[in-house]
């Protein structure tokens, strides 16, 4: 047998040395008993290491990542665990870490979870007093020998702060400047009170609900072997008993009438209410209230959408574009034309020489219709009945804007317009009546344009698309 | 007022809130200076007996409210004592816990004092002090008031990691009735306003080099609906669930159990939900959002509209699907897994790349620890093939026998 013996209980890069040697004599795992410096090595632990046979061997990035964390367990075995699943990885197992369910495997990551744990553990759990001469110290039990490994975690929280943390095993000590390690302590070494604490119990007795008791997810989380630590702990089993006496009382008690001084209420913000007269004189005033009313429309599609979006440009404007709906982005900013489709129709309308004091936008339908998948909103088009909704809205919106041309983006545009499902394809550059008898430039919508897969067809469908714009321009000249 | 009491009843006050949330922000430690860090991973630092996380100092800034929402302790007619923080003792409360390591950092939110920008003035100021005066790194979570002025929540975004605005209830008819001063429209407007700044602020960071980007709450937005405070069944809370997450790109959307306060309002139900029924919702929110699950697909486990409480939706799915089983464990795809119950995300890739190496048997789902009762009528593996899947009687063999099954909630009647 070769005895190897490790300066600390944690000491990885001692074991690593000490494994590469003996994996370079190739030394087979059930040769090697290792154990601590000042520990016995065993009765026959006396062979050397001997002499390299093999050059050095690389093992896959997770083993070293694994090994650093599992020798900070505090089973005995840990260093002779390590080395087996070394000795397997160089030996025609070089996937072994992907075994989940080898025998060893499960072992070392059982036990790399055990010790994330109690790190993540003593992160929470650690509770500093405050000395006289404004040294905050901690006592504190870890089930392993994390202490050295987890002062980083606590320098990066606190480090314009000093501070010790006091373990039965060991000691960490910061100034501001750097840390030392030191021997173990006992609990009375560290402050008996601190002033805050007070303040503390009285906070997590508040923050409790008594009306929900889950004692069972509370100890799973904060293991009871932790609560003589923790000032707040104390609490627990009066703050439990008295929790069916309180939930009863309030029961009991039943609703209460309301308070006879109510707090008070703000001066009631009063809106001069917007006249609904279509037939005011003042096309501004009219448009106003025309989206004041689509703005409180409450149709079906309005449940799910965050705001309705109304149209936006000139009154007077010469062109008037109709889109189908608002889409996701237009439906957060509340405005037409903001999406992606938006930004092309924009760019299209500025190549085409549309100047912006020309050209009012808004949508056959007001609201965005869609459906929740995951993490977006699927857009979906407006059915027959949507359309018909908002149809009373358009033709109002298209009478106070008064253009002298309606140009209709894409065939839901075209239908709310016409009143007819008529094809794009059929009728595109030609001027045709609404049911209003305003006329109309039917055309595609710009999301046609975003949909098409290859770029030849896209720039061809966009010089089309161009051309029908400087088409209705013309119209309106 | 004694300093102790008012943290009694702005606890008290902020306890209905269910979030205590304290991950997902930016990396920031005190190294260069200041007080804190945040390290991508949340922090619970004690756990109160209703089994609930403490993370962060959750309290109101003060608890009166010109409000009057019946389910809410602090509604302006309620008889609850009133009491107010200073801005000040917000600050050092917040310091001083954080230097001893009992919290994360702070959950700030207020009763409606004045007007809402009053308010919301005060609580930015808190935050404010916090990172300027005194370089605070730790976590800050604001509750943002749904009509204070853009350059208010602008300031909010800058100081806090989180921003949130509880949507309350499912349905905008409860809401109607339960808060009459609380606006739908005005609460979905004021999400997506923070949507647009929180991708405003992602995009900046990834493209601005030279100049940093105007921060704008790293960690995201959240919201809290209550459930069965009002008669809305598990298909309109999962539907209006799905509908936030995909609208307003929410980090979470927690469910909080109607729970009976004191001094609790005429218009309130007797008697609270068991609290199984949040844990069913969270499990089959789990679903929708991680694992490619419809919501008719786990609504067809339950009946009328809600889920069953009995056992977890995914099983409840399976046994009326069980024509989609057996899963090969050995051959199947992800998506075939992950349908399985009793089989995790993780869980499932693991198997994936365990079997690359060799055919997974059923002794080696045991050393995994997984629950074979629960697993083995629906899987195949190399050395066994379930024959029960048809039986009637499945539902008794693989639904847990104690825990859940029979929810245990404190008597309310």
Redesign the interface.
Known sequence: MIGIALPGPADFPAWREAARRLLAAEVAPERVAWHLVGEAAGLFAHEPVPEPRRAGITVPRAFPELAEVVIRHRDGERFALLYRLLWRIAHGEH?LL????D?EV?RAQAMAKAVRRDA?KM????????APEGR?V?WFEPDHHILEAETG?F???????RWSILTPEASAHWDGEEVQMGPGGRRADAPAE?A?????R?????????????????RA??PVKYWRN?P??QD?PR??AE??RR?AE??A????P??PR?????AADVEAPMSADLFTQDPATALAALRAEVLADRGPLA??A??AVFGEGPIGAALLFVGEQPG?EE????RPFVGPAGRMFNRALEEAGIPRAEAYVTNAVKHFK?K??????LHQSPDAGDIAHYRPFLRREIEIVGPRLVVSLGATALRALTGKPLAITKVRGEVVKSEDGVPVFPTVHPSYLLRLPDPESKEREYARFLGDLKGAWREVQ | MELRQKLEILADAAKYDASCASSGTEKRDSREGGLGSTEGMGICHAYAPDGRCISLLKVLLTNACIYDCAYCINRATSNVPRARFTVRELVELTLDFYRRNYIEGLFLSSGIIRSPDYTMERLVDVARILREEHGFRGYIHLKTIPDASPELLAEAGRHADRLSINIELPQEGALKALAPEKDLSEIRRAMGQMRLRIEEAKEARKTERRAPAPRFAPAGQSTQMIIGADASDDRAVLGTTANLYGSYGLKRVYFSAYSPIPDASRLLPPAAPPLVREHRLYQADWLLRFYGFSLDEIMAGGEGGMLDLGIDPKLAWALRHRGDFPVDVNRAPRERLLRVPGLGAKTVDRLLAARRHRSIRSEDLARLRLPLGKLLPFLVTEDHRPRVTDRLDLRALVAPRTGFAKPVQMALL
């Open positions: 996937g992907e075994m989940a369910t025998p499960i993540h992160h929470a759990f650690v509770r500093f007093r405050e905050y901690a975690f320098i990066r929280r606190f480090a314009g702060m601190d805050k604490e007070d303040l503390w009285a906070y997590f007795a508040s923050i409790f609900n008594p009306a929900r008791l889950k004692p069972a997810a509370m989380e904060m923790l707040e702990a627990i703050l439990m929790a069916p939930v309030m029961v008690r039943g609703a209460t309301a308070a109510r707090q008070r209420v703000l449940e799910h965050t705001q996701d439906d957060i900013a509340g869609f929740p998948t995951g993490r977006r909103r």
